[in-house]
């Protein structure tokens, strides 16, 4: 651990860097709130900081920057998030009282607006559906011989299957095949259907055979992932080299799935540069936070940023937005 002064001079670097990304000075730690030490005192901690890997000098006669380990000592330290302005917040109100329809939008809107709020990547991964359950079940004729099918995850997501069936199909037919395939469905992953018990009449039972197969149909095996703000994202970065290799990174699902679930199943929150095991992510630091639904987790939400990022506004960003997000699905 550092002692209270060393503290103060990393606090102040960091964030005049992260205000900057220019080299920090020891005249501008100086001035910095906590630190009230001399010219010559500042100048000695920043050296003893550089020596124990909290700060590096990218030039002989330059500033310091903080390294992966100074970003991660000042994380550790934050009381918690930041806060977001007023103008923020109710950005964000209104998004939310306003957001509807599919699910597939709500959550790629949900991008763009935390991207907006925070100036990086925004990335939301929706769970399979394989880890939600099915809250409820419809089917809706839409001609003699057209059924649509459409069931309500415990997440929020809605799934919908056209049902073409080789027989003519009345309402009341339906009506049981609907309340066949419910029992069959609800509370349950939507690939771990209960077995139908036959209802006595084979057209119906036959309707919810053919429900389950087309419902059953599904690649969506590591969850859905939605990506915003890359353009804001590049921007944040100097060099063209890094930007690329985010963008191809952003571009393959799988690895951005995994990189945000192995990151929380790590226990954290921020993973910073080399911490998220991606070497194409080196500069990166990610600000990742799982969002509920009531009884049941509904995916993950995370800002990818430079390592020098504004921590304590992007921590802030993904919580608030997380929550309401949760608590809009809950509502349906």
Known sequence: MLDDRKAAVLRAVVEEYIDTAQPVGSSHVVRAAGVAAS??????????????????????????????????FFVDQ??????????QRQLVREFFDTAHGELEQMLHDTTRLLSKLTDYAAVV????????????????????????AVVVMSNGAVEKRTLELPWRVDEDRLALAGARLAAALKGRPLRQAATPSPSGDEVADAVVVTALGALAESDDEAGQVFVGGVSRMA????????????????????????????????????????????????????????FEVPGTAGGTIGVLGPTRMHYPQALAAVALVSERLGRRLAEG
């Open 235 to 290: 921007t944040a970065f100097d060099a063209v080299d890094v930007v690329r290799q985010v963008l191809v990174t952003l571009e393959q699902q799988f690895v951005v799935v995994s990189l945000l679930r192995d990151v929380l199943d790590r226990g954290l929150s921020v993973a910073i540069g080399t911490e998220h095991g991606l070497a194409d992510l080196a500069s990166c630091a990610v600000v990742v936070s799982p």
């Open 78 to 87: 934050l009381a918690g998030p930041g806060t977001l302005d007023a103008s």
């Open 125 to 148: 991964v929706r769970q399979p559906d394989e880890a939600v359950s099915v809250r409820s079940v419809q089917l809706v004729g839409l001609a003699p011989q057209v059924a649509l």
């Open 39 to 72: 010219s010559a005192t500042v100048r000695n901690e920043m050296s003893v900081l550089e020596r124990e890997g909290y700060l590096i000098q990218p030039h002989t006669s330059a500033g310091r920057i903080p390294t992966d380990k100074g970003y991660r």
